[in-house]
């Protein structure tokens, strides 16, 4: 059920909501799932959730709207990214089938953050010097930009030496409802394109030689059990403290890697493809960010144009 329909006349939101969810469980991957569940009881129901569906109308979902993001202005951090409120609004359009014109306030994109090269450097030595399996797992993230659920979930099964790939086609990923707790799982990747088969190159290939285990043993614990995200994030913000770099999230070294790509030539289309992306406007949108050198020889160029 994707929108209202008759037999909602004189339902309150909240049972309709209720009936959307228990449909949502059943098609939707558990990820997602969770997330409209979540969205769902800890703020459209206590809000809209008493409201009769043929009372909802856009003022009454611009207000709420609003609210959601004026409480991000407070001192206490109480509020909702502009992620989550559109996230929000996509689950009220879903549900209420009314196409309601909602207008939000301009926010300046953020600003994404990759490394330096010269901590970029610094990493891999350090991860080289002192080669182990959680330290081959930021390696491996660094040459190929897979996300950290894919990175988790990996065994020894899904790298090729012989003909030098990885195969993703799984993530790891903690989700949380009231209804069911914290539960890990790991399940197919994020979209049907991060399925994917990534080359692997040489530096890569020499550390896989080295630690190569069992095809059930997990890549990045050397072992049957798993490290799952949120614990492998703790380590990687060890290492990055004890070398001095200015902590940045575990997904920088994605964004890194495919500015480094696009730096060193690589072209769109293969660089969409080795990230798992639907398109490549997605890839260039969101993590291609061309560092000062490479703007400076573009301006550059002009003044070679117009000699």
């Known amino acids: 059920m994707s929108s209202r329909d008759e037999r909602t006349e004189n339902m309150k939101y ?45 003022d009454i979902v611009q207000e709420f709207i609003l609210q959601k993001l004026d409480h991000g202005n407070l ?32 926010e300046s994109p953020k600003q994404i953050e990759i490394f330096e090269k010269d901590e970029q450097i610094a990493l891999i030595n350090h991860l080289q010097s002192n080669i182990n399996p959680r330290n081959f797992g930021i390696l491996l993230c660094i040459h190929t930009g897979m996300r ?13 030496l012989m003909n030098r790939t990885v195969k993703i086609d799984k993530t790891m990923i903690r989700t949380y ?5 914290s539960v890990l ?24 030689n080295l630690l190569q285990c069992d095809d059930e043993t997990y890549v990045i614990s050397g072992s049957d059990h798993y490290i799952e995200p949120n614990k492998y994030r703790l380590y990687y913000n060890r290492i990055l403290k004890n070398l001095g770099i200015e902590h940045k999230k575990f997904h920088s ?17 293969s660089l969409s493809q080795l990230l798992g992306h639907s398109n490549v406007a997605i890839t260039m949108n969101l993590y291609v960010h061309p560092q000062m050198e490479l703007k400076r020889k573009c301006v550059e160029l002009l003044v070679e144009y117009y000699k």
């Open 185 to 208: 799982r790991v399940t197919p990747p994020k979209s049907r394109s991060s399925n994917r088969v990534i080359p692997l190159n040489s530096t890569i290939m020499y550390y896989a």
């Open 75 to 106: 001192v206490d951090g109480s509020g909702l990214s502009m992620k989550y409120v559109k996230d929000l609004l996509c689950i009220i359009n879903l549900t209420l089938g009314k196409g309601l014109e909602i207008r939000l306030p301009y």
């Open 253 to 269: 070294l994605r964004h890194t890697f495919a500015t480094r790509c696009t730096e060193c030539g690589c072209d769109y289309k």
């Open 148 to 160: 950290i659920g894919e990175l988790c979930a990996l065994k020894w099964s899904d790298i090729d």
């Open 14 to 58: 909240k049972d309709l909501l209720d009936r959307w969810l228990e449909d949502q469980r059943t098609y939707q991957k558990y990820s997602t799932y969770s997330l409209y569940y979540n969205l769902c009881q800890n703020h459209i129901i206590p809000a809209l959730g008493s409201i009769d569906i043929e009372h909802i109308n856009q």
């Open 177 to 181: 409802t009231k209804l069911d707790g």
